[in-house]
């Protein structure tokens, strides 16, 4: 099981898919003060990445996924956006 | 209370850009010009925050956190290591002498003053405790 | 003038003295190890110096010298005439440029030009760095690459460390910017799962839209991240990586000097743009990052540094320091390690930053720091491996292996979501797409499906009337070779229309975590719901079906089930008990097990309780096996409560959930372990909605057994059958059957003559063997009929819910054909008995 969602705390477990990230946005939008709980996350679908992104619910475990512990959890810890926003497209 | 911090570089350029960044953040400074001038500045004032530029003559930064953390001195003071090496091992060897932050030049303005307001956040009574 | 540059012209200029002499005497005195120290520090020292002002050429030239003298430092090249001509130019530049930035405060601007060249030569003896080229569309690879703005992304810190490492290195790096298309999820694609298979990641960072939407219009359907990327990865290994993307990325390969050039264009500075490359310089400026962000950062980067101290300290035994330094070691009268101590006040500044208190003393042992500081970073990063001194730069983390493949095919919404704003018309290019299809129009196909199996089995009724009837074989042989293909295709239709159909279990589960938490506040206990295999599937039919056999099942175990806190506790136990819902498929049944760990159930108890209600005989009491007694729970009217509390429901025993399982052709048993706890096991079909059903008759009428309950047809002589205890049975395989008159049973009047049991001995008796439950019964019938494929509707009307019977299904000669339902024959008949 993938994501488990109780009152305040969603659980994400191994590979969150496609399929889960209706169903997790759906909570993210109706859930105030959210918490998600990555601890036994080894992959994140990209629209569930974008989605905690946007809404930006509190992380209360970090993954220990080595790949998703370096280089997506640090973007979910702030209560901010992130540094950076799109520049123009140069290239 | 002020929180007084040592700044330690050779290069006469580094000790005023970081003694102006120090002080327009409120430290206290002080400036040694290489570790065994450090070391005797230690042994007179209880220093909360040590600054240490590795490459240095007559007692390199490496030498001087050493004797810092050693009996001599023993002082639990924050010491924040500044190198121009970011080679993982200058970093391994920084941290196993005892450095609580090894930075790579150039170290931006705000981020060392930032680094150094965070690692002197407590109330540098130097006990570890938390007075709520 | 500002007091810091003058500092640095001061101190440049008799540094500039230093060197200047120094290499002179290193001419006469090559292998002076002292003089080779003092002219390399004060290089270093004018190089770094420099990095505080807006002199980037300087910088580089300075860094040339410096790394050459490093290099002679070392003993990897000797210093030849050639060098130090090189190096006194060098020298003689800078002097010069000095001069320009005591007048002007800045750089002469052919600076870049001059540099140039010296650079180059002094750089000649070290080798230059090699590229390695690449071949793909959109894609550069030669190091010169002019920078590209999207390289902010990664951070102008990050950007620094980077630039000063590539530059000692001598090395290049790849640096990508993947810009999915924003319907890529309807194509299956997982930009994240793809960037996570670039090797030898360093850096990756998320490009995220100038704003996000509002909740309520947010698009989870709509890709809008973007991703920049570092790696050390070779371009081709990435050409390769996003070969079915390559028109959304872009790959650059820099130098040292590439990052730099970006970095210098952004430097706040009266410049005007330099001659010396085709420097693009852009009004593009690193934003700031947030003021919390950057806490955050910084606390992390201060966190993972403490994990590396107290790794490298020798915290062991009271022993500090690395011992390769002459300096004064601890003695183990320090109470206090240094180190250790340090570690605690950077802990606690940096939990502060983050709003976190943490509580640790100066001499809290390295293992409670350890422990403390990994809380806090939240993160099991092996501080050895962790980071250095860049905070934005985690280590690359392994290859990742596990091959799992993630790309979901998106499978269709559920239709009781809201409909498609865009009326379902997503039309994306090949690959996996999800429509989203009105619940009605597949129980519509469902239907069909389930009327074309009756009429396919309509061929079959053909082909015997074919040949009975009207005496062709030829024309029935045909019909059945017919009815053959028709009866495959109509088999993968169905599968097709049931995949449609098919849910997860975590639709059924999805209400208990609410649920036992409620229940467990109202009757005061602490209950933890766990779940697994809730991603198994099952038909929609199904999963709703299962709804109130479940939630009646967690009742009971958090009710019954689990003990108070105050019996757990006396009983050894945590207070929190847990109730366990998981879910497996098996063939074409999908198992489920509701399951806590409470007090379980005393076989004795219920051998006991049941006795005494009536449900079971003198002689089951003594008979029952511990396994069979737990089971009584399913038999009516039997609750094993001492008082009926409001939760599982005033006269509501098990015994619904077991009649409601078994009506969608389930079965549920329970097994305990007293003290341990107890496991309701379900067996559900996948699917309700074709049913393969023996035909039989009795009494003249036709009816359908469920081929999942029949063991087997046999025919048997008359005098085979015994009686035992006003029983008929007969032997089997040494196996003693019961035997049922399932025309007595039914209660059906006139069984046509000769059919009663004992009547004509002559005649053989069929046998349809069954299974009900553990037991094999074998039903007394006139005539077996033919396997059918039959759409089970449940019983309506004047026979809902009457226990002998499943459902009803249209037969192809248009008969309605009644189901029975096994189990509950047995018990009928069990009870009459």
Known sequence: MSLQMRDRVATLSGVLTVDEVEPLVAWLRATRGASVNLRECTHLHTGAFQALLCFRPKVSAAPRDPFLAAHVFPWLTSTRPPPMMKTGGDS | ?132 | MNPLLAQFLAEADELLTVLDQGVLRLERDPDNADLVNEVFRAAHTIKGSSGLFDFPELTRLVHAAEDLLDAVRSGQIALEPALTDHLFAAFDLVRTWLGQVSAAERLPATAGAEGAVLIARLRAPLGGSGAAPAASARTTSAPTDVAPQWLWSLGEDWLHATASWLSLTEATMRFAHYEPDERCFFQGEDPLHLVSQVPGLDRLVPVEPAAWPPADEYDEYASVLGFVLATRAGVSELSYLFRYVSEQVEIVELDADGLRRLLDGSDEGTRTAQGDAAVVRDDARPLREPADQERVDDANTVLRAALRTLAASDTTGDRTGPGDEGSGQGESEVPINPRVGSVVRSVISAARSMGCEVDLSADASPADVEAAIRLLLATDVDPVESVDTDPTAPPAPDRRTDGGDRRASARGRRADDEPAADGGAESGRLGARTLRVDQEKVDLLMDLVGELHVAKNAMAFLADAAEEEFGSRVLSRRLKDQYGVQHRLVEEMQAAVMDIRMLPLSVAFARFDRLVRDLGRRLDKSVGLVTEGADTMADKDVIEALGDPLMHLVRNCVDHGLETAAERLAAGKSVQGTVRLSAVSEGDAVVIEVADDGAGIDPAAMRLAAYHKGVISEEELESLSDAEAVNLVFRPGFSTAAEVSDVSGRGVGMDAVRASVERLGGTVTVRSQPGAGTVARLRMPLSMAVTQVMVVSSGGQRFGVPIDAVVETVRIPASDVDRVLHQDVVVLRDEVIPLVDLAAALRMDNPPAGIALGREDAADRRVLVIRAGSHHVGLLVEQFHREVEVLLKPMDGMLADHPLFSGTALLGDGLVLLVLNPKELFSHVAADA
Not at chain 2, 42 to 71: H, I, W
């Open chain 2, 1 to 132: 209370m002020t929180t007084r911090v040592l700044v330690v570089d050779d290069a006469a350029t580094v000790r005023l850009y970081h003694r102006q960044l120090l002080s327009a953040a409120g430290f206290e400074v002080a400036e040694a010009v290489n570790g065994l001038d450090a070391v005797e500045a230690a042994l007179q004032t209880a220093f909360d925050l040590f600054v240490v530029d590795v490459n240095m003559p007559k007692m390199d930064g490496y030498a001087c956190v050493s004797a810092l953390r050693g009996e001599t001195v023993a002082t639990t003071a924050p010491i924040l290591m500044i190198s121009t090496e970011d080679r993982q091992s200058d970093a391994d060897l920084a941290y196993a002498v005892g450095a609580n932050l090894y930075l790579v030049k150039p170290v931006d303005g705000a981020r060392l003053v930032r680094m150094a307001t965070m690692l002197t956040a407590n109330d540098g009574d130097g006990d570890g405790d938390l007075h709520p």
